[in-house]
């Protein structure tokens, strides 16, 4: 088993970049210890006014080690790349440091080295190549044509972080050997709302990712959220529900909402999704829908402009992985005996998640003590201001194979 973080380990805040390395190699799983591989996140670098992107990473470089690297494990070819260009200025940001200015995307330079890489990797057609970034390598520079240079693979994965949002992409005009698309998993971040509540403002809960590949085939995967057991995959809402003045769509009034948290993106192909829901009600099992259109995440939204009162200004509230059904009687909260199961289906067999709990307010968002700005009782808290240390490991999104 391997560990990569997903970038952002450090929050600009460089001073403690040796003890999050410390951190991240203390970890261990019953064979011994882990290795861990690094990826630059923008609060990586180092906020160098007027300086060069090269000149930004040379303290990641001394602490963590190359930004632009690739190595073999047993039929998966791994690739790290730098993902974010630093233009040369820099703003402030919270705590007291400063941050760098940047464009997300592969710079000419960055693509030719990663067309080099790939190749000299033999039996392409035989291995999965595992991308990782910090940006999603969606709607930035050569995104597509990194993602041209990966259909000589069997199989194909990119991950991501950045966001603070599970978010799968389905690549569907680049198919690889076998046939599928390229798929990309955006990952959620350790430290939810960093390091403010458990929660992202569309819900995604904090978390990381583990995927298990068989040969050259992802053949199992889930997100773990990091305060509950592997079982924690689904919440469920009541669409007549509100929350300080935030309430769902009239469209979903008297349904119960679903929601997973590493669906598949909305354009995969049916016959490719991976997930099936289905709602249990005195022993009578009915599918539910799948809402194809971007959903906001009216709890999660409340929660973060009302609780947090929007610490880093508008944030990414919406998600695709929901699915509805109508309540028996027309209200959800005044059903009884009913669960809602989530099926799960990877080439390494199927697993049934299940709830049967509705979710009616901010319960499992947390404002513990636990958290660097939220001591004290309810709302953001203070800023720590320069010095203060995360708790943990920056803002970091994570996945382990």
């Given at each position: 088993m391997i560990g990569i973080a997903l970038g952002d380990q450090l929050t600009d805040n460089l001073a403690i970049s040796s003890s999050v390395r410390e951190v991240y190699t203390s970890i261990h799983t019953a064979g011994g210890t882990m290795p861990f591989f690094y990826v630059i996140g923008n609060h990586d670098h180092e906020s160098v006014e007027n300086g060069t992107d090269d000149q930004s990473t040379d303290s990641f470089l001394n602490n963590f080690g190359p930004t632009d690297y690739s190595f073999d494990i047993g039929n998966a070819h791994v690739i790290?790349?730098?993902?974010?260009?630093f233009n040369g200025n820099t703003e402030g940001g919270s705590g007291g440091y400063n941050h760098i200015k940047y464009r997300e995307g592969l710079t000419g330079e960055k693509l030719h080295w990663l067309r080099e890489d790939i190749a000299h990797v033999e039996n392409?057609?035989?291995?999965?190549?595992?991308?990782?970034?910090?940006?999603?390598?969606?709607?930035?520079?050569?995104?597509?044509?990194?993602?041209?240079?990966?259909?000589?693979?069997?199989?194909?994965?990119?991950?991501?972080?950045?966001?603070?949002?599970l978010k799968n992409y389905t690549h569907s005009t680049y198919k690889t050997q076998n046939g599928r698309p390229i798929i990309e998993h955006g990952l959620q971040s350790l430290s939810g709302?960093?390091?403010?509540?458990?929660?992202?403002?569309?819900?995604?809960?904090?978390?990381?990712?583990?995927?298990?590949?068989?040969?050259?085939?992802?053949?199992?995967?889930?997100?773990?959220?990091?305060?509950?057991?592997?079982?924690?995959?689904?919440?469920?809402?009541?669409?007549?529900?509100?929350?300080?003045?935030?309430?769902?769509?009239?469209?979903?009034?008297?349904?119960?909402?679903?929601?997973?948290?590493?669906?598949?993106?909305?354009?995969?192909?049916s016959a490719d999704e991976t997930w099936t829901l289905n709602f249990v009600h005195d022993g009578q099992t009915v599918p539910m829908t799948r809402v194809r259109s971007a959903l906001v995440h009216q709890c999660g939204d409340s929660f973060y402009y009302e609780v947090l009162h929007a610490p880093f200004g508008n944030w990414v509230r919406t998600s695709y992985t929901w699915w509805v059904i109508d309540a028996p009687g027309g209200d959800p909260a005044a059903v009884k005996n009913w669960k809602i199961t989530a099926t799960h289906k990877l080439p390494g067999g199927e697993k049934t998640y299940y709830t049967d709990v509705l979710s009616r307010d901010y319960t499992g968002y947390g404002l513990d003590s636990h958290f660097l700005w939220n001591n004290g009782g309810p709302g953001p808290g203070p800023d720590p201001g320069p010095g203060a240390e995360s708790p943990s490991l920056g803002e970091d999104t994570s996945v382990s194979f």
């Open positions: 790290v790349v730098d993902d974010i260009d392409k057609a035989g291995k999965v190549v595992l991308l990782c970034t910090h940006a999603p390598l969606t709607n930035c520079m050569n995104a597509d044509e990194a993602k041209l240079e990966l259909r000589a693979f069997k199989e194909a994965h990119i991950y991501s972080g950045h966001l603070h949002n709302q960093i390091w403010r509540a458990d929660v992202s403002a569309n819900g995604s809960p904090a978390g990381y990712g583990v995927h298990t590949y068989d040969g050259a085939t992802l053949y199992w995967g889930y997100n773990k959220t990091w305060k509950e057991s592997e079982d924690f995959q689904i919440r469920v809402y009541s669409g007549d529900d509100s929350y300080s003045g935030y309430k769902w769509d009239d469209a979903y009034s008297g349904k119960f909402l679903a929601r997973v948290w590493d669906g598949d993106d909305p354009e995969t192909a």
